[in-house]
């Protein structure tokens, strides 16, 4: 799932779905 960059970064960062 590709949201805005910030969304992804958090994704990476807490290994969590982003939006």
């Known amino acids: 799932?590709?949201?805005t960059?910030?969304?992804c970064l958090?994704?990476?960062i807490i290994n969590?779905?982003?939006w």
């Open 10 to 12: 958090t994704g990476i």
């Open 1 to 3: 799932i590709a949201g």
């Open 16 to 18: 969590a779905p982003h």
């Open 5 to 7: 960059a910030a969304g």
